[in-house]
C-alpha cells in the first residue's frame, strides 16, 4: 500500500519509488472532481449559419450543449466541392447540419444553374465530407420535391414515402440533392419542412408573417384591402420550433440513437395562406376582415406553387420525437 502524504499547501509528496502511484491517484482525483460541463462536447457545424434556419439554430438554448461552428456562405460555400473537401472546420465534427439553400423559388426558374448548385451539388459534397469525417448529416429538405399532388379521394397529408413530382426549378433541385444524400451512403437524415416563418424573431428574413405584419401596421394605406390566396393549404412552421427538432435529432445522433432516412417536421395543424395572414391581423391587434381572399391564378408567379402542402408528422412521431407545436397558437406566442 503506497501512502501519500501533503504538506500545508496541498502538494503531493512522494518518495521516488511510489512517484508513478501517485501521480495515478492524483489523476483520478481530478477525474472524479471533473464536472461533467469540462468535457469535450460534442462538435457540430451548422452550414448556412445566416439564412432563417441557421439564425435560428444559434439561437436555440440546446446549442450551448455542443461546440457549435457555425459557417455563412462566405465561410463556405457548399457549391463548390474544393470548398467543402478542404474546409477545416468541418473536421472532427459528429454532426453536419446542412441549412444552406436556394430558396428564392421564382428566382430558380430564370437561374436553374445557381439552384443546382447549392440544392442539389451542395448536399451531394456535404453528404461526401461528412462520410469521410464519420458524421451525421442533418439535410434540410422541402415540400416542394412533391408538386401539385393528385389525390384519387379526399386530400390526405403526405407521407415520406409518396411519389415526388416536382413542377418547379426548386422542387428539382432540391429532389436531386436528397437523392444525392441517399446515394452517398453517409450516416444522414433529411428533414422536409414547409412554409417556414420567423416574423418578429428574424425581421429581415422577409418571410411571410414578417411581410404580413408589415402590411398592416403601414406598408399600406390605413384601412386598405390585401389580397392572399386562399387556395394553397400547407403546415406553417416556426423557425425556432424547427430548428429546436433538428438540435433534438442532432442529440439522438452524440448518444448512439440517430434517425435515418426521411422525416416530415412541420407545425402541427393546417391552413391556407389567407388563415396565416388573418391569423397574423388578429395577433397583432388588427382588423383580419381586411385580408380578403383571391385565387392564385389571380396573383401569378413565375414558379407554380402547391395547391396542396400538408405533411405528415408520422414519420417524426415514428421516430419517438415529439410533435412541433400547434402553428396558430405558436404565432399567437410569438406575436404577443
Not at 469535450?40 to 446549442?63: D, F
Not at 439522438?252 to 395562406?273: F, K, L
Amino acid at each position: 500500500m503506497t501512502k501519500i502524504t501533503r504538506t500545508h499547501s496541498s502538494t503531493p509528496q512522494a518518495t521516488p519509488s511510489t512517484a508513478a502511484a501517485a501521480g495515478a491517484a492524483a489523476a483520478a482525483e481530478q477525474e472524479i472532481s471533473s464536472p461533467v460541463s469540462a468535457r469535450r462536447k460534442a462538435k457540430v457545424v451548422i452550414v448556412g449559419a445566416a439564412g432563417q434556419l441557421g439564425v435560428a439554430l444559434q439561437a436555440c438554448p440546446q446549442a450551448e450543449a455542443f461546440e457549435v461552428v457555425a459557417l455563412s456562405r462566405s465561410q463556405l460555400d457548399v457549391a463548390s466541392a474544393e470548398s467543402v473537401a478542404s474546409s477545416d472546420a468541418l473536421s472532427d465534427a459528429s454532426v453536419i447540419i446542412n441549412a444552406a439553400a436556394y430558396t428564392d423559388v421564382d428566382g430558380a426558374e430564370t437561374a436553374p444553374e445557381s439552384a443546382h448548385l447549392v440544392n442539389a451539388l451542395g448536399p451531394k459534397y456535404l453528404a461526401a465530407r461528412a462520410k469521410q469525417e464519420g458524421a451525421y448529416l442533418i439535410h434540410v429538405s422541402t415540400d416542394y420535391v412533391f408538386g401539385d399532388v393528385v389525390h384519387s379521394g379526399p386530400p390526405r397529408p403526405l407521407q415520406v414515402d409518396d411519389d415526388t413530382v416536382p413542377n418547379t426549378m426548386y422542387g428539382r433541385t432540391k429532389l436531386v440533392g436528397e437523392t444525392n444524400v441517399v446515394d452517398s451512403g453517409a450516416d444522414a437524415v433529411i428533414v422536409r419542412t414547409a412554409w417556414v416563418w420567423s416574423g418578429p424573431t428574424q425581421p429581415e428574413a422577409k418571410d411571410f408573417v414578417s411581410t404580413m405584419i408589415g402590411l398592416a401596421r403601414g406598408g399600406t394605406a390605413e384601412g386598405s384591402i390585401i389580397n392572399v390566396v386562399d387556395d394553397q393549404r400547407g403546415n406553417p412552421t416556426f423557425v425556432g420550433d424547427l430548428a429546436e427538432g433538428i438540435w433534438k435529432l442532432a442529440e439522438r445522433a452524440v448518444s448512439g440513437d440517430a434517425v435515418r432516412g426521411v422525416v416530415h417536421a412541420t407545425g402541427s395543424g393546417d391552413a391556407t395562406w389567407l388563415d396565416v395572414a388573418r391569423a397574423v391581423f388578429a395577433a397583432i391587434g388588427e382588423d383580419p376582415g381586411r385580408v380578403r381572399a383571391c385565387t392564385s391564378a389571380e396573383f401569378p408567379r413565375p414558379a407554380r406553387r402547391p395547391a396542396w402542402s400538408v405533411l405528415s408528422p408520422d414519420s417524426w412521431l415514428a421516430a419517438g420525437l415529439s410533435p412541433l407545436p400547434e402553428w396558430e397558437a405558436t404565432l399567437r406566442r410569438v406575436l404577443s
